[in-house]
């Protein structure tokens, strides 16, 4: 067997990996006084980093007047000037990575780009060993073990190292392109220990094999990501694969980060890696910020991920000190604008459409202001009756159209989104 330079970094970094995990692990029932300590602490030591080896936040800082001495507890994290998709797109790859770290050794990733051009993403070996931690950490605390077997079905097939090819954390990777019987057939002859999909592909996946009477493989956990998990969804999934799929939230630049427990009473926040900010009155949506605490070679600091939720101040249940989002949305464009300015975020639609058995499939653009058009599959001949309906719903005034169409296709690569709306508004005060 042929060993490559990036097998022998993953073996050289197993006893690393894995102390990093049992940390997280260990972390989630630290004292809130002891995380948020932690979190200071290596904020602290990051925004020094930041500004003293890395071009864009020297920049990003200087024209605002800000300094790392200014940060001294997470009660200054307001003075700390974010960074935006568009500041990180529009640098260049040098400006981007802290001084001594090789763009030519670095693992290089691309965000989906659903919401505009994609982002290049390059990780040093340190930060490609930190995400690996953070993503394994979330399965680890839902009793994944490295000798299981897991069924990957992705837009990207990520890399097969040498360790996996010997039987640790095995994993085969499936294209979301593929088609439903390509997935039905992995999972009844590999019959993977852990499924992980994007919520799309496992309510089609499991729409096939109840339609085909197929009595599914039941994995010991299923995991949804990348899509919002809607209640329609994860009865059908439990239903059919026999597992209550667990929704784990992250993004390509910084790894997963929220995740529900073993209580689904919203997401637990990794906040011994990450900070998550929520800005918005309590009990309000408002936007994310993460501070990714852990990468160093390409760092984020107070990142605009562009996606919203509602945050969680009382204790869970399972025991965890974690913090908590009690409402996750995803991003700010999955809702549209209201007359008024105001988002109207995508349950709303859900538990509307949701009333009708017989819309196999729909989703809502929004153009310009005012105006809303609805593609629906299902319902031929009733699509003025639901056009009204759903105009007398709406809390404020707007126009609505609703064609019927065969099926609602998506692009390569393209995320599910139910919700689409190219106008701009304000998610304060979101509903």
């Not at 209550?244 to 009473?265: H, I, K, M, T």
């Not at 908590?324 to 975020?345: F, K, M």
Request: glycine residues 8%.
């Amino acid at each position: 067997m042929t060993i490559h330079r990036d097998d022998l970094r993953v073996i050289l970094d197993g006893p690393a990996t894995i102390m990093g995990i049992r940390r997280s692990l260990a972390a989630g029932r630290w004292p809130v006084e002891k995380l948020r300590a932690h979190q200071e602490s290596r904020l602290r030591w990051l925004l020094n980093h930041a500004y003293q080896n890395v071009p864009l936040y020297r920049a990003l800082y200087d024209e605002v007047g800000f300094r790392p001495e200014h940060f001294r507890t997470l009660a200054d994290l307001n003075r700390v000037p974010m960074l935006t998709k568009t500041r990180v797109r529009s640098a260049a790859t040098a400006e981007c990575l802290a001084r001594g770290t090789d763009p030519s050794r670095c693992y290089e990733i691309r965000t989906s780009g659903s919401t505009g051009s994609p982002l290049r993403i390059l990780l040093s070996r340190h930060d490609d060993r930190w995400q690996r931690v953070t993503a394994w950490r979330i399965l680890f605390e839902h009793g994944y073990r490295l000798t299981d077997r897991t069924l990957q079905i992705d837009s990207t097939p990520a890399r097969q190292f040498a360790v996996q090819r010997l039987g640790v954390a095995r994993k085969q990777w499936l294209s979301t392109g593929d088609s439903p019987e390509t997935w039905m057939a992995a999972l009844q002859q590999y019959r993977p220990h852990v499924l992980v999909a994007t919520a799309s592909v496992l309510h089609l996946l499991a729409e096939n094999l109840l339609s085909k009477g197929i009595i599914a493989h039941s994995p010991r956990l299923v995991v949804s990501d990348d899509e919002s998990l809607t209640p329609a969804t994860r009865a059908l999934v439990s239903r059919v694969l026999g597992r209550d799929p667990v929704d784990v939230y992250g993004l390509c630049e910084v790894s997963n980060f929220a995740w529900q427990c073993e209580q689904r009473d919203g997401h637990h926040v990794s906040a011994d890696s990450h900070v998550v900010e929520v800005l918005a009155s309590p009990g309000e949506a408002g936007p994310i910020v993460v501070t990714a605490l852990g990468m160093t070679g390409m760092p984020f600091i107070r990142y605009e991920t562009g996606d919203v939720a509602v945050a969680e101040d009382s204790p869970c249940k399972c025991g965890r000190t974690l913090p908590r989002l009690r409402h996750l949305y995803g991003r700010a464009v999955d809702s549209v604008v209201l007359p008024s300015g105001r988002r109207l975020l995508w349950p709303f639609f859900y538990h509307f459409f949701n009333r009708y058995p017989g819309l196999r499939r729909w989703r809502v653009l929004q153009d310009e202001p005012g105006r809303l058009g609805v593609e629906v599959v299902g319902m031929e001949g009733e699509t003025n009756a639901l056009a009204n309906a759903l105009r007398e719903a709406l809390p404020e005034p707007m126009a609505v159209t609703v064609v019927c169409v065969g099926e609602i296709t998506l692009r390569p690569r393209e995320k599910v989104r139910m919700v689409v709306s190219r106008v701009g508004g304000s998610i304060a005060g979101a509903s």
